[in-house]
């Protein structure tokens, strides 16, 4: 079966054929195919350990059901991904989840660390369990539940024994068969630890940490990331709080995790506001349209106001703007559609430019015809 290969090609001791698996702090160019370390030589702070995420635990992911949550700090265990694909080096996405195109009959593998950061010795098992993208939210299922993509992720250390303050690397095998159906695949793995009861209780409670799996499968190339964005829609909470919702398709054939900023200007008297965050945690799968919502300053006049809003997904970005006036508290205002889009922006741009090449081109040609 073929195997892609991993880590990092040391100049001085392999050819750009051979690849060595090198630990993640260490440094020197990358072959092509190779999987370089996700983060820096500091090591960073491993997720919260009720959170699905590679990193900070800060970026929305789901959380297990109640029953799955951490009780407290004692029981606290971390987990963050340490390589990522170097055709991916620049996806903010591909350094927190494990995110990658596969063509059937292929293997891919990853590392990741866990870390146990609570007072006393811990018992972690480590395996993958099945995920979905539903209603705009990448949803986990409860305990082990399986899918094919589950079923296709196999880790070198299933067990582990942590003391406090302890951490250990695990290799991540994702082996695709060779009739493996074509399409997006989502799951987690998972990082899991059981509490003992709390005195003079018999219930005891179950803290688990994950990384995402977005793997795509797929003859050729990649599928394209893309999304549109539509209207903006102010509003009001009854509190007066200001929102901003503003409605996105997705055009292309990858999952999109959104995240971005909105900033105001030319606001009464001249005010500027922002930039405030789009709110983590939506999930938009192929084909399908969602909502980013921007909480903003309760103290914000209605306008009218200039609404300059940024969504990312990883590579992707798009920026529109829009007029809008918030309406009463409790309220929902007149929705605006973008007057105009960076896509189409500066595809103008670039025709503009080529034209304008092609003048100063012409006239040049013909002056020295002359």
């Given amino acids: 079966m ?33 999987v370089a370390p996700a983060a820096p030589a500091a090591p960073a702070a491993p ?4 959170v699905v995420d590679g990193g900070d635990g800060g970026d929305g992911g789901e959380r297990p059901p109640p029953a799955q949550q951490a009780p407290g700090p004692p029981n606290k265990i971390g987990i963050k991904l340490l ?62 539940a399986r899918n094919e993509l589950s079923d296709w992720v196999q880790v070198d250390k299933p067990i582990l024994d942590l003391e406090p303050e302890e951490s250990e690397r695990v290799w991540v095998t994702i082996e695709v068969p060779s009739d493996a159906p074509e399409g997006e695949q989502y799951g987690v793995v998972w990082a899991h630890i059981n509490a003992e009861p709390a005195p003079g209780s018999n219930v005891a409670l179950a803290s688990r940490v994950g990384v995402r799996l977005y793997v795509n499968v797929g003859p050729g190339g990649e599928p394209r990331s893309d999304f549109e964005i539509g209207e903006l829609v102010p509003s009001r909470t009854p509190q007066g709080r200001p929102i901003v919702h503003a409605r996105v398709r997705n055009t292309g054939g990858r ?30 799968a192929p084909g399908k349209r969602g909502r980013a919502r921007i909480e903003l ?26 007029r809008l006036t918030f309406p009463p508290a409790g309220t929902v205002g007149a929705a605006a559609e973008p007057m105009w889009d960076s896509w189409p922006l500066r595809i103008g741009i670039g025709t503009v430019a080529l034209a304008a090449l092609g003048v100063i081109g012409y006239v040049v040609r013909t002056r020295r015809r002359a």
């Fill in 2 to 34: 073929p195997r892609r290969a991993i880590g990092l090609c040391l100049a001085l001791l392999c050819s750009p054929a051979v690849v060595l698996a090198v630990p993640a702090v260490s440094a020197g160019p990358t072959a092509a195919g190779s």
């Fill in 47 to 50: 997720a919260a350990a009720d």
């Fill in 83 to 144: 390589d990522v694909p170097v055709g991916r080096a620049d996806d903010p996405r591909a350094r927190r989840y494990i995110v990658d195109h596969v063509a059937p009959g292929e293997t891919i593998e990853r590392r990741v660390e866990i870390a146990n950061h609570g007072g006393r010795q811990r018992r972690v098992e480590v395996y993958a369990a099945a995920a979905a993208v539903e209603n705009n939210r990448f949803t986990v299922g409860t305990d082990r």
């Fill in 255 to 284: 999952a999109l995790d959104l995240s971005g900023s909105l900033s105001l200007r030319d606001g009464p008297g001249g005010l500027n506001a922002g930039p405030f965050p789009v709110k983590l945690g939506t999930t938009i």
């Fill in 297 to 322: 300053d309760q103290r914000l006049p209605d306008g009218p106001w200039t609404v300059e809003l940024t969504i990312r997904s990883g590579r992707v970005e798009r920026t529109v703007e829009v």
